[in-house]
């Protein structure tokens, strides 16, 4: 099982940027496909960004694409997400997790999560 720990939310003035980091531990974090998922007040959670488990294929909600990059380090255990061009929309708690495709839909493939970070946008 890896463990996760998301980093590099903050405050941010529309049109800023930043990159937010997911800390793995375990050997294994190699072997997973990659989400990053994002939960606004009052709204369900939904998926942002996803990686291959080799880096190879990347994929983006419409909302972000454009704006915002998935990239990972294997030899790091870590999963990273560049956002650019915010916007106060993409306020939200960002959250990653081991995913999976199924149907050209992405789906965290359990159901536990960790504490998230938090970006908030201010126009």
């Known amino acids: 099982q890896v463990q996760l720990v998301e980093s590099g939310g903050g405050l941010v003035q529309a049109g800023g940027s930043l990159r937010l980091s997911c800390a793995a531990s375990?050997?294994?974090?190699?072997?997973?496909?990659m989400g990053w998922f994002r939960q606004a007040p009052g709204k369900e959670r939904e998926f942002v960004a996803g990686?291959?488990?080799?880096?190879?294929?990347?994929d983006y909600a419409a909302s972000v694409k454009g704006r915002f990059t998935v990239s990972r380090d294997n030899a790091k255990n870590t999963l990273y997400l560049e956002m650019n061009s915010l916007k106060p929309e993409d306020t939200a708690v960002y959250y990653c997790?081991?995913?999976?495709?199924?149907?050209?839909?992405?789906?965290?493939?359990?159901?536990?999560w960790g504490q998230g970070t938090q970006v908030t946008v201010s126009s």
């Open positions: 997790a081991p995913s999976f495709i199924h149907g050209s839909k992405w789906y965290a493939s359990s159901g536990s």
């Open positions: 375990g050997r294994t974090f190699s072997n997973y496909a």
């Open positions: 990686i291959s488990s080799n880096g190879g294929f990347t």
